[in-house]
């Protein structure tokens, strides 16, 4: 039996066929799902895609939102770059497309967005197209099957290795093949503990028969983690806060957030002469993919009564924002662990 045939036989008989957006074809579900499951495991998503779907039921409603919505919504999702380009995504489907899809993965990876996995993963699921895909957990199973030891830091192996995955795709059942070659790289053939006596296309696979299954996939370009400190101003009159909001490039790019200073210094002769009070809040590490981002909030509560003048000195100081109410601040887009902060209150 074809490798091919393997993979479809097992999803088949015990794959995974209850998650929410499969048994459909509709594109704007398989997108929504497969852009919200990039680097995040599926437990994580289940909450996101219902909600996000109560609120944007198909690709017009998501167009026609607000980003700052967009964003409340993806809020704790993480990787925010990903809720802009599914905003500008819907945008260009609904304006370029009549709201209609492209039929094909060459069409759909020329959406903002999509790239070229994504979109032969939509292609296959929505329109049967017989196309490759190439995510994270099926680059572990493919190189471990082949052995594929080139290093896929380098675009040319990276290349080599969509080859590879073009020459084994099946004649018939690219749906099934498709979503056993994702289901296998997330339940058995895992990164740091496979299942090799459970996998069903073991006998293929050199890599179970050389005894070191982790060596696959080889990428020697490693992510440099950072450290990075900031100190926090909760700057509150009443039942409003100042919030800002961050540039639409970086870490929580496009949120709402609180102004940052270098130091606690640089805090205290910013603030010097503030009426009100402060209070210091415990800090904690914030713990992102390549950085380690230690954050100490600062609660400045202003008297409820400050002249006109005074207050727009302070604010006119800080980076520019405005006055959010406490519930409308926590329906904005606000990174994670500020809307954990807000809601302890």
């Known amino acids: 039996m074809k490798f091919s045939d393997r993979v479809v036989q097992w999803q088949r008989s015990h794959g995974r066929h209850t998650l929410p957006w499969q048994n459909t074809r509709d594109p704007y579900r398989v997108w929504l799902s497969e852009i919200m499951l990039q680097q995040t495991q599926v437990a994580t998503v289940l909450g996101y895609y219902e909600r996000f779907l109560a609120r944007f039921p198909d690709v017009r409603a998501l167009a026609a939102a607000g980003i700052d919505e967009v964003f409340a919504l993806w809020s704790g999702l993480g990787y925010y770059s990903r809720a802009r380009n599914l905003h500008r ?27 070229r996995s994504t979109a032969a993963a939509i292609a296959a699921f929505c329109f049967g197209e017989r196309v490759a895909i190439l995510d994270g957990n099926v680059k572990r199973v493919l190189t471990r099957v082949l052995a594929f030891d080139g290093d896929l830091a380098v675009p040319a192996n990276e290349r080599r290795l969509w080859g590879e995955a073009t020459r084994l ?10 979503q056993g070659l994702m289901d296998l790289g997330a339940t058995l053939c895992l990164a740091r503990s496979p299942h090799c006596l459970l996998c069903p296309v073991r006998a293929d696979c050199l890599a179970m028969r050389e005894g070191q ?15 990075r400190e900031h100190w926090w101003l909760w700057l509150q009159q009443r039942d409003e806060l100042w919030l800002t909001q961050r540039p639409d490039t970086g870490v929580w790019a496009g949120l709402w957030s609180l102004p940052e200073f270098e130091s606690s210094e640089a805090f205290d002769a910013h603030t010097r002469g503030w009426p009100g009070e402060a209070e210091a809040l415990p800090g904690f590490t914030h713990v992102l993919t390549h950085l380690d981002w230690t954050l100490h909030p600062v609660r400045w509560r202003l008297p409820d009564r400050v002249p006109a003048a005074r207050m727009q000195t302070i604010t006119g100081s800080l980076p520019a924002g405005r006055w959010f ?21």
Do not use: N
């Open 89 to 115: 995504c819907a945008q260009a489907v609904v304006a370029e497309h009549g709201g209609e899809f492209p039929r094909s993965s060459e069409g759909l990876a020329q959406l903002p967005g999509i790239g």
């Open 169 to 178: 795709l099946p004649q018939q059942g690219i749906e099934a093949y498709t």
């Open 213 to 227: 299954p982790q060596r696959y996939p080889v990428k020697s370009r490693k992510l440099k983690r950072g450290r």
């Open 325 to 345: 109410g406490l519930d409308e601040a926590l329906a904005a887009g606000l990174p994670a662990p500020l809307r954990k902060l807000i809601g302890r209150g």
